[in-house]
């Protein structure tokens, strides 16, 4: 048996807190730009098992629909990304919105609008 407090080192509260200050940010300033457009969403930051956290977190707001945005991802990334949204899929019944994002810009854009760009 390991115990993983042997193994894996304690986070310092304070880099633990400016972490979630800067997702916090990242996340408001999305709503915002939401906002804009006549959307509303709710940001939430917590910490704990992922997939465990964003299924409790749903049932306890009630929400109608889960959305999560899949940046370009490899390796381990999108190993761990692609466990957690079928991990999401399977403990919920809610309906799981997953967008695929491309790079560009300030930040990250999502492919919401149709492509206008003429086709040769």
Known sequence: ???????????DKQVLDGEIKVARGYL??????LKKKGLYADVHVRLGPV??????????KKVDLLAS??????????FFYRIVAAGVLH?????LLIVR???GGKGVR??????????K
């Open 1 to 11: 048996m390991i115990n993983i407090g042997d193994t894996v080192p304690a986070l």
């Open 91 to 95: 403990r919920t019944e809610r309906p």
């Open 110 to 119: 999502t492919r919401a609008r149709p492509d206008t760009r003429k086709r």
């Open 51 to 60: 997939v465990t956290t964003i299924v409790d977190l749903a049932v306890r």
């Open 101 to 103: 994002s491309v790079a």
């Open 69 to 78: 945005m899949s940046h370009r991802r490899s390796g381990l990334s999108a």
């Open 28 to 33: 408001e300033r999305l709503q915002a730009r």
